[in-house]
């Protein structure tokens, strides 16, 4: 099973700042990631696939990056809207998707 | 606009059957994509648990494979999950979501259903 480990697993960050989240993948997934945005109650949202693509609909502060094991997700300037848990999750192949623990970024 | 929506029952005996449906509407199961089922237990992360393709070919988490089954009904335009043998450990909301990918690789889920919470008790 490929695991996915999330840093940190909490991020405090100001309204209007920059965030980073990094995932990393115990083998390679080639570009085979995704993330997600999770708010409390609701089902998660998928932001970016193929590591680096934005969803329809999804507003261009969000930027996916890396391939292989290392993946980052930015957030270019937080709205508040974007405070949520975000988890990425490799879908190499059939043998198992998993996701990382999740990141939850709070306002600071 | 494609919209899902889980539906089965929210308490389940320990040892028993849990079993879940996810009807889907504003698309044909039969015109493609792949439909799988995600678990999350109260405050922690999500965990897979398997796909189906409208042709009936299966795709299970190796963690949960001996439990699981999963079903499509295209008349109906829907699909189900049924986990055997549950315990509490089994507790979570369950959710059903549309990925796509082909016989080779799966790919990212893009349309969730809300999710149904599922708490086995006694």
């Known amino acids: 099973e490929i695991v996915m480990t999330q840093s940190p697993a909490t991020l405090s960050v100001s309204p209007g700042e920059r965030a980073t989240l990094s995932c990393r993948a115990s083998?390679?997934?080639?570009?085979?990631l995704a993330w997600y945005q999770q708010k409390p109650g609701q089902a998660p949202r998928l932001l970016i696939y193929?590591?680096?693509t934005r969803a329809t609909g999804i507003p261009a502060r969000f930027s996916g990056s890396g391939s292989g094991t290392e993946f980052t997700l930015t957030i270019s300037s937080l709205q508040s809207e974007d405070f949520a848990v975000y988890y990425c999750?490799?879908?190499?192949?059939?043998?198992?998707?998993?996701f990382g623990g999740g990141t939850k970024v709070e306002i600071k | 606009q494609v919209q899902l929506q889980e539906s089965g029952p929210g308490l389940v005996k320990p040892s028993e059957t849990l079993s879940l449906t996810c009807a889907v509407s504003?698309?044909?199961?039969?015109?493609?994509?792949?439909w799988g089922w995600i678990r999350q237990p109260p405050g922690k992360g999500l965990e897979w648990i398997g796909s189906?393709?409208?042709?009936?070919?299966?795709y299970y988490n190796p963690s949960l494979k001996s439990r699981v089954t999963i079903s499509v009904d295209t008349s109906k335009n829907q699909f189900s999950l049924k986990l055997s043998s549950v315990t509490a450990a089994d507790t979570a909301v369950y959710y059903c979501?549309?990925?796509?990918?082909?016989?080779?690789?799966?790919?990212?889920?893009?349309?969730w259903g809300q999710g149904t919470m599922v708490t086995v008790s006694s």
């Open positions: 979501a549309r990925h796509g990918g082909s016989y080779y690789s799966p790919d990212a889920f893009d349309i």
């Open positions: 504003g698309y044909s199961i039969s015109s493609g994509y792949y």
């Open positions: 189906i393709y409208h042709s009936g070919s299966t």
């Open positions: 083998q390679s997934v080639s570009s085979n």
């Open positions: 193929g590591a680096s």
């Open positions: 999750q490799q879908y190499n192949n059939w043998l198992s998707l998993t």
